[in-house]
């Protein structure tokens, strides 16, 4: 198990993409919600409806996205596209994909490779749970996915914390409608991301290396 000091953790937490197959206890899964649940929120609205799959209902669960995604049936609540980020934005995200194919040892021509990874994605990267962010839809969406991300960050720091690791996962935004069916969870509700979490694989090679991040310089102005 990697430890983490209190101070450097938030620098040196990453997202897993090989998980250990030993799921977490009841104790330690509430521990980290009540975590999550300590994130601030505009007037502490708290507008974050959680759920977690774990055990027969997860492996269900992988088994009808790997279908749905095989059909080509996807919906999302939200749209991700691709081609709107520009320049710099679309460099990181295109080192980004460089950075998880070179992980797995996949290259730009191997296109089973590529449809592999995405399989991964679909079975949690072998996580046993997967936390599923559902919010209301409220006026543009803006404010309230604003606190899903504050408790999204809890969540998976508090997984780092403790020993444990997450990875978030947009893909599955794409199977809204399916996710919402087979959890029984209303129409009303939208599904913004989900997180894996478990015991990170750290002998796996994908958990080997952390994307690094811009110097300061390129994010932050001072003034005084
Ligand atoms: C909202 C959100 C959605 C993400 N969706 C995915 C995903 O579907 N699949 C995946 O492999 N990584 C996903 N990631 C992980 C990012 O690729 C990762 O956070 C980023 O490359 C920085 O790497 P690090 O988390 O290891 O520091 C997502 C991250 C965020 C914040």
Known sequence: MKEFKML???RSSQSI?????????KDAINEILLDAQAAPSAC?????????????????????????WAKGETKSDFIWDQTQFKDKL?????????????????????RQGRADIMIRNLEFYGAPHVAMLFMPSITDN???????????????LSCTA?????????????????IRKEL??????KL???ISFGYPNWEAQPNKNHLSRVPLSKSVTFHE
């Open 8 to 10: 450097d953790f938030q």
């Open 17 to 25: 993409r090989e998980f250990l197959d030993k799921p977490l206890s």
């Open 44 to 68: 502490n609205t708290q507008p974050w409806l959680t759920h977690i799959i774990s055990g027969k209902k997860a492996k269900e669960l992988k088994e009808i996205l790997k279908d749905k």
């Open 90 to 110: 679309d460099e990181r995200l295109r080192n980004q994909y460089k950075f998880v194919y070179d992980d797995f040892g996949v290259t730009r021509e191997d």
């Open 142 to 156: 803006v404010n309230v996915a604003t606190d899903m991300g504050m408790y999204a960050q809890n969540f998976m």
């Open 162 to 178: 403790r020993g444990y690791g997450s990875i978030p996962q947009l893909v599955f935004a794409m199977f809204a409608d399916t």
């Open 184 to 189: 029984g969870v209303s129409d009303e509700l």
């Open 192 to 194: 913004l991301f989900g």
